[in-house]
């Protein structure tokens, strides 16, 4: 049986949320801000590597049996992570509601903070590569870039439920839980 998924309906914005003139409000292209974020992600690793290479630094001292096993173990969890967040989000479910259910209920953009999680750490262990290590903050940066315009077109389209499942739910980074634990006794406290 599905999990149940909760989902909020647009609404329509208030005349003070309008875009600018010359600007449309519209439904938020299905796939994002992604190709911009991976596209900058790209120019961003090629630039490393290139920057690596012309001041030959060392590579990070580890073995290439070592790299090799850590680049499977970062793709078998990206690969992971986007099944989920892609299996969580039905597909009757995409472009028409806010999904606040799955990873959606620990982050607001669980495909990007997995790409940019494991990716980041693939890239750095099958380069080796200290400048690529170095440019993994700059990765982070461009996400929360390219994922400002996704979250206005959102706040634009489903409004006060936007704006409050992102007063709730990080944006890349999840919260740590902290779970009750039972009462020893099994009477909670009055």
Do not use: C, N
């Amino acid at each position: 049986m599905p999990p149940e998924t909760t989902h909020a309906r647009a609404t329509t914005p208030p005349r003070a949320a309008a875009p600018p003139p010359g600007r449309r409000a519209g439904p938020i292209p299905s796939f994002g801000t992604g190709p911009g974020l991976f596209a900058s992600w790209l120019l961003l690793l090629l630039v490393a590597l290139r920057v690596q290479r012309a001041l030959q630094t060392p590579p990070i001292p580890i073995g290439h049996g070592a790299s090799r096993a850590l680049t499977i173990l970062f793709l078998m969890g990206w690969v992971f992570g986007i099944f989920w967040a892609i299996l969580s989000l039905p597909s009757s479910a995409r472009g028409q509601g806010l999904v606040m259910t799955g990873p959606f209920a620990r982050v607001r953009h669980p495909l990007y903070a997995v790409s940019l999680f494991f990716l980041g750490l693939l890239t750095i262990a099958s380069s080796r590569s200290w400048i690529v290590a170095a440019a993994w903050p700059l990765s982070y940066a461009l996400a929360v870039f390219w994922v400002r315009f996704e979250e206005k077109g959102l706040e634009v389209r489903f409004g006060d439920a936007w704006r409050a499942y992102a007063r709730q739910t990080p944006r890349f980074l999840p919260r740590p839980r902290l779970r009750s634990r039972p009462y020893r006794s099994g009477h909670a406290p009055r």
